[in-house]
């Protein structure tokens, strides 16, 4: 009667081996390692232990998380310092009687994006560019920015005393 155990595979065989190049893709493009259980068919805490018990899967895991912040950092960088792209444009013409379709391509410029700008600022120089900043009463009324070589001065209301 010693005879060997054919039990029931585990899920981790059945539902992540067969998927781990999936998994490192569906990690890059951006699911959460919850979207990523839910597409396994199992629960969100037996992924966590899976990833515990097994370093293929964690690593699996790690890898595509690596490159989705990678390529989220170039973007932003892009982002924040502009960039140009190549437009097509179609343009239908009409010459004796026949229509031809003809496409343009130019170059157009994307401008910086303030939000990436100020994201990124805040983090390579916190101090200089936080939200609340340390000084003298006249320091903390007037605060001159200068985007684009453009300076820009805001005031801070003063105080009506009355």
Not at 65 to 77: C, D, I, M, Q
Not at 134 to 157: A, D, F, W
């Amino acid at each position: 009667m010693g005879g060997i155990n054919l039990g029931r595979l585990s899920k981790y065989k059945t539902n992540v081996i067969p998927y781990l190049e999936d998994i490192k893709k569906w990690r890059k493009s951006g699911m959460s390692e919850e979207q990523i259980s839910l597409k396994l068919g199992i629960s969100y805490p037996t992924l966590k232990e899976y990833k515990r018990k097994h370093i293929s899967f964690s690593s699996v895991l790690a890898i595509g998380k690596e490159k989705l912040v990678e390529e989220l950092e170039k973007s932003l960088y892009k982002s924040a310092k502009g960039y140009f792209v190549i437009e097509e444009i179609e343009e239908v013409e009409e010459y004796r009687g026949e229509i031809k379709a003809k496409t343009k391509k130019h170059r157009k410029w994307i401008p910086p994006a303030v939000g990436s700008l100020l994201f990124a600022l805040k983090n390579l120089e916190p101090k200089k560019w936080r939200d609340i900043q340390e000084g003298t009463e006249e320091s903390k009324r007037e605060i001159v920015l200068n985007l684009s070589g453009l300076p820009v001065k805001m005031y801070e209301p003063k105080e009506n005393n009355e």
